[in-house]
Antibody
Framework: QVQLQESGPGLVKPSETLSLTCIVF????????WSWIRQPPGKGLEWIGY???????NYNPSLKSRVTISVDTSKNQFSLKLNSVTAADTAVYYC???????????????WGQGTLVTVSS | DIQMTQSPSSLSASVGDRVTITCRAS??????LNWYQQKPGKAPKLLIY???SLQSGVPSRFRGGGSGTDFTLTISSLQPEDFATYYC????????FGPGTQVDVK
């Protein structure tokens, strides 16, 4: 059973960089895309971006200028960096596995439990 | 961006009721539509992918339908554990989610 676990600081100061890591247990990070999604308190879901184990990335256009997602296959983990954060970036951040196949649309089938990141001085 | 809308935004229902939630895309997305269930304080859970394919382990009372721009999620007989918020998501282009439909107790 694949499990994902997010880790990182729960508090980030405005203008600084938010950094999170997602470790994958119970399966290899290879052969899949891996994604970050966030959810501001009381609000809906926003896709941040995803990365293939090979390193290719795709980002939400609205966040693209501030986001970097990277992968470390040797540690079976991937990471998120979001720079120049403001209070609007306060959210629960989830990592997820992106499943797809021949003629099968992308879908997010395994999720981490989420980690709350608050942006405040 | 492809915009997703859902209706209703919330509904009240009783155990045993048949519940239908509608999701509409701002342009055709073929069958690139997924449905998720989220309970308070928990991560979303995949229910349906590719518009109508039931994710492994999900009860058969959940059914997805539609293609193009209009989609539905139907729960044939609502169970106590189904009270939650439901989100649609398109992955035809940069993924976007609908605003959610909250299903609560009548």
């Amino acid at each position: 059973q694949v499990q994902l676990q997010e880790s990182g600081p729960g508090l980030v100061k405005p203008s600084e960089t938010l950094s999170l890591t997602c470790i994958v247990f119970g399966g290899s990070i290879s052969d899949y895309y891996w994604s970050w999604i966030r959810q501001p308190p009381g609000k809906g879901l926003e896709w941040i971006g995803y990365i293939h184990y090979s390193g290719s990335t795709n980002y939400n256009p609205s966040l693209k200028s501030r986001v970097t997602i990277s992968v470390d296959t040797s540690k079976n983990q991937f990471s998120l960096k979001l720079n120049s954060v403001t209070a609007a970036d306060t959210a629960v951040y989830y990592c997820a596995r992106v499943n797809s196949g021949s003629k099968i649309p992308l879908h997010f089938d395994y999720w981490g439990q989420g980690t709350l990141v608050t942006v405040s001085s | 961006d492809i915009q997703m809308t859902q209706s209703p935004s919330s509904l009240s229902a009783s155990v045993g009721d048949r519940v239908t939630i509608t999701c509409r895309a701002s342009q055709s997305i073929s069958n690139y539509l997924n449905w998720y269930q989220q309970k308070p304080g928990k991560a979303p859970k995949l229910l349906i992918y590719a518009a109508s394919s039931l994710q492994s382990g999900v009860p058969s009372r959940f059914r997805g339908g539609g293609s193009g721009t209009d989609f539905t999620l139907t729960i044939s007989s609502l169970q106590p554990e189904d009270f939650a918020t439901y989100y649609c998501q398109q992955t035809y282009s940069a993924p976007t989610f609908g605003p959610g439909t909250q299903v609560d107790v009548k």
